[in-house]
């Protein structure tokens, strides 16, 4: 189920502050019967028309972003900073992102116009493995990387187990380059883990999500999915 102004906006109909206009002004009917509250959900087997026109479903689709530092995970930003789908400027259909990656992390970013895909990849019950890898500020200790693994508290409950790698350290700068690999989605939550135990984060990319990489891409750079991957992300979603 979607909310009628985002399936409206989605049919390309109109941006999804207009389509709420045109909600309001009575103009949209779900079924042959006008709705003129917002809150209104409808799913795929529900007939919208809007000026007595039936809307067109726009065609799914999904892409693989390997965002760069310095953009935002966001459709619009009122300060004008570059956001994810400034790098989208030749598709018509209107993608947003599945999660998000904060401002200054890099890495693998999926983008689609589907939103019962999004929901059912970002549904915390569906446990997606992410990797991602960490540069930190000292050198965490074994004990340390340990109590990661377990699962810590934060100020939102403790986190799931997880899994780390040291990949190397720098004695002389006191920096450590460590995987983690995680299967919640909470705002901010690698930063957060690292920094319970006393390192921040320096620098942070997500290398993988699933079964996808970023092999043969490179910052900036956007491949769409196959149709195998689509539904293999399903699958694992729903397994
Ligand atoms: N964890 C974070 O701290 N930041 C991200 O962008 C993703 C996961």
Request: glycine fraction near 0%; charged fraction near 40%.
């Given at each position: 189920m979607e909310r009628l102004q985002k399936v409206i906006a989605h049919a390309g109909v109109a941006s999804r502050r207009k389509a709420e206009e045109l909600i309001l002004q009575g103009k949209v009917k779900v079924n042959g019967k006008v709705v003129k509250e917002l809150g209104v959900k409808v799913s795929p087997s529900d007939k919208v028309e809007v000026n007595e026109i039936p809307i067109e479903k726009e065609e799914p689709v999904y892409f693989l972003f390997y965002k760069p530092r310095g953009v935002l995970s966001s459709v619009r930003d009122d300060k004008k900073r570059k956001v994810v789908?400034?790098?989208?400027?030749?598709?018509?259909q209107r993608v947003y992102p599945v999660g998000r990656l904060d401002y200054d992390t890099s890495g693998l970013l999926l983008l689609t116009n589907d939103g019962e895909f999004a929901n059912l990849l970002m549904h915390p019950r569906n446990e997606i493995e992410k990797v991602y890898v960490a540069k930190t500020k000292g050198i965490p200790s074994k004990e340390k990387l340990k109590s990661l693994e377990k699962g810590i508290h934060l100020e939102d409950g403790k986190t799931a187990p997880a899994k780390t790698k040291l990949l190397s350290l720098d004695k002389r700068k006191q920096t450590a380059i460590i995987e983690i690999t995680i299967h919640e989605g909470r705002n901010r939550q690698v930063r957060r883990m690292f920094e319970a135990i006393g390192h921040s984060v320096l620098k942070l990319k997500r290398e993988r999500y699933g079964f996808l990489t970023l092999q043969g891409l490179k910052a900036g750079d956007i491949r769409e999915l196959t149709p195998h991957e689509v539904k293999q992300l399903r699958a694992l979603a729903q397994k």
């Open positions: 789908t400034d790098f989208f400027p030749d598709i018509k």
